[in-house]
């Protein structure tokens, strides 16, 4: 497994950002919607159109009524300002645009006063599975129509809290497992099974027929201090899924003091991606075929 250095995409992206320098201390700039091309509209068509058709009966109910409430289609890459002001009435979210990934602080500070963050380009034609940075497909398609939940709209604004509170701990790194593990690639259990809420496997084709219908990935109960010991992959889909009953959940980790249980933790053996416990609410035990037959990043 890989070493739990800070990911080689955000490494990257913040190389290649700070080539550009930001013109405002948020990072934020225009979205400029006017300046997409009729390629790169087409390129959302293509990815949203093809997303639709598998996410009934994958993604969780939440976020189909999310996107069902939302000024996004098939047609055009959506209008940031438009998108805000559907959000603003629901939640008090806005979506800000930005080059693509930004410092963690600015990152975490936007969260904290309920702006999202959406990276503003899109992904090119001859790229359509592979990101480095998170786009705009990624960031609106994945990210937005859970937004419109009131949960998860308090979820993401204390994520953004705690995120602050934990770059000043030195302890980034396991918070940054619980975001992953749940914003990004959580599932939920729904009353006519697993479905998914985490924009990582929403936004792409591939994860969100893999975390669902493989047998290759475990699927795992959440428990936080399990989860804020865990590795992820950032190469690769994920060899394990924390599965949540529902979103009420979210809300209690929303109200959870972290810092003890960092100071609990410091001690504690980290685990791989893949590790399953005696302990673990094990739901589907993975034969781990995926990861055996490829290279360990
Ligand atoms: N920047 N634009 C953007 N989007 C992210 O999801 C993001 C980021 N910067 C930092 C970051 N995520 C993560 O490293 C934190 O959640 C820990
Ligand atoms: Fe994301």
Redesign the pocket.
């Given at each position: 497994s890989r070493p739990d250095a800070p990911p080689a995409a955000?490494k990257h992206g913040l190389a290649a950002a700070e080539a550009c320098r930001p013109q405002r201390p948020d990072w934020t700039i225009d979205q400029g919607w006017e300046r997409y091309t009729a390629q790169e509209h087409a390129v959302w068509k293509t990815l949203f159109e093809r997303q639709m058709k598998l996410l009934p009966g994958r993604a969780c109910d939440e976020f189909v009524q999310g996107m069902r409430e939302l000024p996004i289609g098939a047609d055009e890459i959506p209008d940031f300002r438009r998108l805000s002001d559907a959000l603003m009435r629901r939640t008090g979210w806005q979506v800000v645009a930005?080059p693509?990934?930004?410092?963690?602080d600015v990152?975490f500070e936007h969260l904290a006063h309920r702006r999202f963050?959406a990276?503003h380009f899109i992904r090119k034609p001859h790229e359509l599975d592979y990101l480095e940075e998170?786009d705009v497909f990624h960031d609106v398609f994945g990210h937005v129509p859970m937004l419109m939940n009131p949960v998860i709209a308090d979820y993401i604004q204390a994520y953004g809290e705690g995120?602050l509170r934990a770059h000043r701990l030195g302890q980034?790194t396991r918070l940054?497992r619980v975001?992953w593990y749940t914003v990004e690639f959580g599932l939920l259990r729904q009353k006519d099974g697993l479905r998914i809420y985490g924009a990582g496997i929403a936004s792409s084709s591939t994860e969100s027929m893999f975390a669902l219908d493989s047998a290759s990935p475990n699927r795992i109960g959440f428990e936080l201090e399990r989860v804020m010991r865990t590795r992820y992959r950032i190469d690769d889909f994920q060899e394990s899924y924390f599965v949540i009953d529902d979103l009420e959940q979210l809300l209690e980790l929303a109200r959870i003091d972290f810092a003890p249980l960092y100071e609990k933790q410091s001690g504690a053996a980290e685990l791989c991606p893949g590790d399953v416990l005696d302990t673990d609410l094990v739901i589907t035990r993975g034969n781990g075929s995926w990861h055996a037959g490829r290279a360990q990043g």
């Open positions: 955000v930005v693509g990934l930004v410092p963690d990152f963050p990276g998170p995120g980034l940054a975001y």
